[in-house]
């Protein structure tokens, strides 16, 4: 199996080079960009398997490359870098389709192991029999094999972060999750404690499925249960 691409996108030449050797060493082959614009050709014509992605770029910025993208239809996963670890900054890259972030200055190793869950995360299921399971809760219908959701016989839209969230939910019916739970098991890596990763995302399945079914177990975490 080929190595996976990894496009690298930073203006500054110092943090380009460490990246692009570190996840070298590590086995993936890389590709590298120091402009929004020059990202956008690099994902048209190397088609890499993840994007490590500056927000501070000098022409186009980061969020607006990822908007982009994702706005031709382009799922490729997406890590920001950012130098500022704010609630609204992580709000924004969520909300335009990111799936990680990481603050500046950061560990290379610790780059390195989200760039490798997130491909892991962004990876279809194996064919098995657990992979052709189809989970029920009321009216909600997951099929896993597929990907693909519905309520009454509605299908819903989602994205691949917010398909194994709800995957998750659907799997512990019931049961109140806490945060740290979700973060291990749908996100694979522990964010910082001010992190609004899991509430961002169970917002948005909130807004697509309708707010009856995931339910707040306050200062314990969420549970998805049959509406009342």
């Known amino acids: ?17 460490l990246v692009e050797v570190a ?14 614009d020059e990202a956008l050709r690099r994902v048209r014509e190397d088609r890499p398997a993840l994007i490590v992605l500056d927000v501070m ?3 186009l910025d980061g969020f607006e490359v990822c908007r982009r993208l994702r706005g031709d239809g382009d799922e490729t996963p997406v890590i920001f870098l ?3 670890d704010t609630s609204s900054d992580t709000v924004t890259g969520l909300a335009l389709g ?13 780059l390195v192991a989200r760039v490798r869950a997130v491909l ?9 029999s657990s992979a052709d399971e189809v989970l029920r809760v009321a009216d909600l219908e997951v099929d896993v094999a597929h990907w693909t959701v519905r309520r009454s016989d509605t299908e819903i839209e989602l994205s691949p972060t917010e398909f194994r969230l709800l995957t998750y939910f659907m ?4 049961r ?6 979700l973060l291990e098991n749908v996100w694979g890596w522990d964010h910082s404690a001010g992190s609004p990763v899991v509430e961002t995302y169970v917002s948005y399945l909130r807004r697509k499925l309708g707010s009856d079914l995931i339910h707040t177990q306050r200062g314990v975490g969420y549970a998805l249960r049959p509406p009342a």
Do not use: C, W
């Open 171 to 174: 799997r512990n019916p019931g």
């Open 82 to 84: 950012t130098a500022r």
């Open 23 to 36: 996840l070298r060493f590590h086995g993936f082959a890389v590709v590298t960009a120091a402009t929004g």
């Open 1 to 17: 199996m080929d190595d996976p691409r990894v496009l690298v996108v930073d203006d500054e030449p110092n943090i380009r080079d």
């Open 120 to 128: 892991r995360r962004a990876r279809p299921p194996a064919a098995s």
């Open 57 to 59: 770029l000098p022409d």
């Open 98 to 110: 990111g799936d990680d972030y990481v603050t500046k200055p950061f560990a290379v190793d610790a």
């Open 176 to 181: 109140v999750l806490s945060r740290a739970q």
